[in-house]
């Protein structure tokens, strides 16, 4: 089975500064990962996706996240964080063992862009 | 523009009435998902369909019903017996129920229940 966990509820960085979100995951099998950003009252949008090969992956909006296997770990990360930035974030593992296309979250990150 | 438009997006029930939530997508889309987000819980799947006429319970089905008579709908009826159903509940789709297919969001519906 897969599980993915978040680590901090809740982020905070000043406009400019680095973003770090922190993700590690749990898979018996080679893992599918996913970040998705969620604005207030919205839905979730894709920001980006590792299935295989390259293992620095780039998003949209200057988000990217590196799949690092020895530490099973997919942090995301955006070298100058923008007011725009602040909403919640999602990690997520696929259901590679049912292959059923079910993605398995996190518990969600909400990202805090100071002034 | 091809999408997933959950309606309505406030909805206010009484306690014991059942309620149903509309999804629909215009992306072709052979798999489609239903999940719950609480907050500081993440989401939570409901149930989900691969192909139209099958669907499969999920992680927290207890409470709900779905059908999938059309596979451009997708609509979850919410019964009585859930006992906790006030939240945010967001419908999914990806093109095929494969592990590296990403999900494509409506932006949701949420339901409160007095």
């Known amino acids: 089975a897969q599980s993915v966990t978040q680590l901090g509820s809740h982020v905070s960085v000043s406009e400019g500064a680095l973003v770090l979100l922190r993700c590690n995951y749990s898979?018996?099998?080679?893992?599918?990962l996913f970040w998705y950003v969620q604005y207030p009252n919205q839905g979730l949008q894709l920001l980006l996706k590792y299935t295989t090969g390259a293992t620095l992956v780039k998003g949209i909006n200057g988000f990217e996240a590196e799949f690092k296997k020895s530490e099973t770990s997919f942090h995301l990360t955006k070298p100058s964080a923008h007011m725009s930035d602040a909403a919640e974030y999602f990690c997520?593992?696929?259901?590679?063992?049912?292959?059923?296309?079910?993605?398995?979250f996190g518990q969600g990150t909400t990202l805090q862009v100071k002034p | 523009d091809g999408g997933i438009t959950q309606s309505p997006k406030y909805l206010f029930r009484k306690e014991g009435q059942n309620v149903t939530l509309s999804c629909e997508q215009n992306?072709?889309?052979?798999?489609m998902y239903w999940y719950r987000q609480d907050p500081g819980q993440g989401l939570r799947l409901i149930y989900y369909?691969?192909?139209?006429?099958?669907?499969q319970k999920g992680d927290i089905a207890e409470g709900y019903s779905v059908s999938r008579e059309k596979k451009e709908s997708f609509p979850l009826t919410v019964t009585s017996a859930q006992k906790n159903p006030t939240a945010f509940y967001l419908c999914?789709?990806?093109?095929?129920?494969?592990?590296?297919?990403?999900?494509?969001f409506g932006n949701g519906t949420r339901l409160t229940v007095t």
């Open positions: 992306l072709n889309h052979d798999a």
């Open positions: 369909s691969q192909i139209v006429n099958d669907f």
């Open positions: 999914a789709s990806s093109i095929a129920p494969t592990a590296n297919s990403p999900l494509h």
């Open positions: 997520a593992v696929s259901d590679r063992d049912g292959n059923t296309g079910k993605l398995i």
């Open positions: 898979s018996s099998v080679p893992p599918y």
